[in-house]
């Protein structure tokens, strides 16, 4: 009702919500309606044109005109996306119904750029599938504005669809290096979304179909899950199982569940309502939708929403045939995620998949997805991702090579550079020192594996070029379209053979792998005190998560004691004060925790009134004193050496117990499980609002992968995720034994515990010393 009374409001008062900018290909024609946002999270709401003025007859009746409301599909998979620097391509894949394919359809893009940005030199290409259907100029810098254009019949296609944004920006004045950081695009998710004239193609009708339900205005995916029984003690099993199910079949970056008992208010765009229970649950709630089952049990769509929106509803003439019923749905897409062995899902939120390096492998710049290119502007990046096993470990020794096919022309002045980052890390720089130009071929560029991580790594190659011509900036300097820099396809990405043994805690592990749950059949324990709505959806989207790192479905087991849980791998969810005491002593969080901890209320930080200081203010007071040189001494090792105190020592510093901060919300902690074989992992706040909060908040992509360490933490107040710090570790060998991979192992070891490697060669010189003299002294020829 909300909405409708929207409706009428803005068409009664003729004020336009959206300052709209239309652009049209030269192949469409007509003017587009323009449209204002939904103020409750449904979608773009079409705006009715002024109807034609007549005369007005005491006789005639105007016969009502049945009003066709489109169906928006938001295709941006996350809640903010920003083009940063001169040149780059976002891409991804969009899941469509044949219905959707096959419809005709518009696209809209709403964005903003930076005032430093030319908008005669600058602009976007968007493409479908490698079919370009607009290359706008970029010309928006003081306000948002959105571009609609036709997409061309034939160009969607069913199933996965790739969506590819190119751009090109250059700066209005400067020519500096430093200025292409003043360059930048935002593109608004709220308002990029495909448009389809047939409302009936938002039906789902088929379980393969959850793949497109797509993403919400801010980029998320939600099932709504309905569960009169959720309380119920066997509910918890088959539910969570469930979660994990349309986890792996969406395959989206960004999903969210959340669970009631009665039909939710609202849907919206992006959301999945899932019915599940008994035909005397769900009768209430969806009347005469409801499939009569009999004695069998029925998984299927029906169309019950006002909007004409899609339920899936699960029904069973009992709980116990409701798992099989789940497993009947899972199955497939655990099969499904299960057969990408070789590599990562990662192409709804980036161009392709990511390959699995196991050990020593070659890849080309083809296979990664970055094609031969040159290049006119200053400042020249191209990124790709490799997947690493749960078992990585070569922090701490070894390089990885670039074996570049590139080149550079003759106005590049020496002094350039070529730099790679890895997970935003810089890891080698590579200098430009001859003039004239030249053509790499094969030139290995070399960097640590020091920031490289289990699970999807992200690698930038930058090239940061000077000339001439950009430090005289004449006017029009940066509309110079001559390449002054080419990098080739057949460039070589080399990974080296590494050690593989798994270490425990490593929460980085976890979240980039499902490790160490991903790797037993077994049912995992799942402690939870209590069923509810939300602890199940703080659950559901944590095992999710799970789920779509290990690339498979993980069995849990709800359990409600600690007695329950076994030695073994186990996973303890709730608030602080509800958490057993061994599951705080395994993971090494202070039993305190659970009186000052809870001293947080409504999931705010409580803080006290404090001078307003900082240790920097205390460090420029405090100048002398004899412990100032060691600081000073290890801040010179760090900078030249990469050495710091923390490097000298002869074994790892065991873990002491950890007390969450008041200004802390959550946490997420890990220790090895009593067995020594597995890994306990709790996730805990001082409340469960707080606990909900936090979950939601982690769930993003870019913050999960952020989870690492032995503890992470999440500020509410601040957004802050932050890590503590892995000391002693469990090792766990899961691949079968070999001498080689005892020696990597064993190399990544001493170089970590260089004290220890020292002392190590100590003894070993002083034996090798000793049996030399022994061998001498019986086989040596000595003088009479």
């Given amino acids: 009702m909300k909405r409708i009374l929207l409706f009428l409001a803005f068409i009664l008062a003729g004020i336009p919500v959206v300052s709209a900018q239309t652009t049209t290909p030269p192949a469409s024609s007509g003017t587009v309606a323009p449209f204002d946002m939904g103020s409750d999270g449904s979608g773009p709401l079409p705006r009715a044109p002024s109807a034609p003025s007549t005369p ?44 959707q394919a096959k419809s005709a359809s518009q696209f809209n893009i709403g964005y903003q750029n930076s005032i430093f940005v030319a908008p005669e030199y600058s602009n976007l290409s968007i493409a479908f599938n490698n079919v370009e259907i607009a290359a706008p100029p970029l010309d928006s810098s003081e306000r948002q504005s959105d571009l609609r254009f036709e997409v061309p019949a034939g160009v969607l296609k069913p199933g996965y669809n790739q969506f590819s944004i190119k751009y090109k920006l250059r700066h209005r004045t400067d ?164 057969m990408k062995d070789e590599a990562y899902s990662t192409h709804s939120w980036r161009k392709q998949d990511t390959q699995l390096l196991t ?55 020496p002094g350039s550079r070529l730099h790679v980052f890895v997970n935003d890390q810089l890891a080698a720089t590579w200098p430009i020192s001859t003039v004239n130009g030249a053509v790499l071929r094969r030139t290995p560029v070399r960097f640590t594996m020091r920031h490289m991580k289990p ?60 490790f160490p749950y991903s790797r037993d059949k077994a049912r995992i324990p799942l402690y939870i005190d209590t069923l509810s709505a939300d602890t199940l959806s703080s659950a559901s989207d944590f095992v999710a998560k799970l789920a779509n790192a290990a690339r498979e479905q993980i069995p849990v087991d709800v359990v409600h004691s600690v007695e329950d849980v ?98 802390i919300s959550m946490i997420i902690a890990q220790e090895p499980s009593p067995n020594s074989d597995g890994a306990w992992t709790m996730i805990s706040a001082p409340s469960q609002e707080n606990l909900s909060n936090g979950m939601a908040a982690l769930m993003k992509r870019q913050h999960w992968d952020a989870v690492q360490g032995r503890v992470t933490t999440y500020n509410r107040n601040t957004g802050v995720i932050d890590n503590v ?42 034996l090798l010393g000793i049996a030399t003299k022994a061998m001498l002294t019986r086989y040596g020829r000595y003088e009479d």
């Fill in 56 to 99: 007005s007859s005491p006789a005639a009746t105007p016969e009502p005109v049945a009003e066709t409301v489109p169906f928006f599909r938001y295709i941006v998979p996350a809640d903010q996306m920003r083009l940063e620097g001169e040149n780059g391509e976002r891409a991804w894949s969009v899941y469509l119904t044949e219905a």
């Fill in 175 to 338: 020519c500096d290096l430093d200025s292409t950081y003043d360059l930048w695009t935002d593109i608004d998710p709220e308002r990029t979304f495909l448009i389809f004239g047939d409302a009936a193609t938002a039906e789902l009708s088929s379980i393969g179909d959850i793949r497109a339900v797509g993403v919400d205005a801010i980029g998320r995916t939600r099932f709504h899950i309905v569960a009169p029984g959720l309380a119920d003690t066997i509910a918890g099993d088959p539910l969570l199982e469930l979660a994990q199910g349309l986890a792996l079949l969406s395959d989206m970056p960004n999903t969210y569940f959340t669970y009631s008992t009665s039909e939710p208010v609202k849907f919206a765009s992006g959301v999945l309502p899932v019915y599940v229970g008994t035909p005397d649950e769900l009768r209430p709630l969806l009347g005469d939708a409801l499939p009569d089952i009999g004695t069998a049990q029925s998984a299927r769509f029906i169309g019950t929403n006002a909007l004409g929106q899609s339920v899936l509803v699960l029904v069973a003439p009992s709980w116990q045939r409701i798992g099989p019923l789940i497993d009947g749905i899972t199955e497939p897409a655990a099969r499904s995620a299960a």
């Fill in 359 to 413: 050990g020593h492998k070659t890849l080309t710049f083809e296979q990664l997805g970055i094609p031969t290119q040159e290049f006119s502007g200053r400042v020249f990046r191209a990124e790709f991702t490799i997947g690493l096993p749960a078992d990585f470990y070569a922090d701490a020794y070894g390089e990885a090579r670039l074996m570049l096919d590139a080149a550079y022309g003759p106005i590049v002045l």
């Fill in 455 to 514: 699970g999807v790594n992200k690698i930038v190659l930058e090239a940061a070029l000077l000339t001439k011509e950009d430090a005289a900036c004449l006017p029009g300097a940066t509309a110079d379209d001559t390449p002054r820099f080419a990098v080739f396809d057949t460039t070589e990405f080399v990974m080296p053979n590494f050690g593989r043994v798994a270490q425990v805690p490593d929460l980085w592990a976890t979240s980039g792998t499902g």
């Fill in 566 to 663: 076994g030695e073994g791998d186990a996973i303890f969810l709730g608030s602080i004060g509800q958490l057993p005491t061994q599951a705080l002593r395994q993971t090494q969080i202070s039993q305190t925790s659970r009186s000052v901890w809870t001293q947080q209320v409504g999931g705010e930080a409580n803080y006290n009134e404090a001078p307003e200081t900082t240790i920097e203010q205390w460090d420029e007071q405090v100048t002398a004193g004899w412990y100032n040189w060691i600081f000073e001494v290890e801040k010179y090792l760090k900078r030249n050496y990469d050495l710091s105190f923390e490097t000298l020592r002869f074994l790892p510093r065991p873990d002491s117990d950890y007390l969450p901060p008041n200004s």
């Fill in 725 to 766: 710090g892995i000391g002693a570790t469990d090792f766990i060998f899961d691949t079968p034994f070999s001498i080689s991979n005892i020696r990597l192992v064993l190399t990544n070891w001493f170089s970590t515990n260089t004290m220890s490697f020292s002392l190590a060669l100590v003894i070993f010189s002083v």
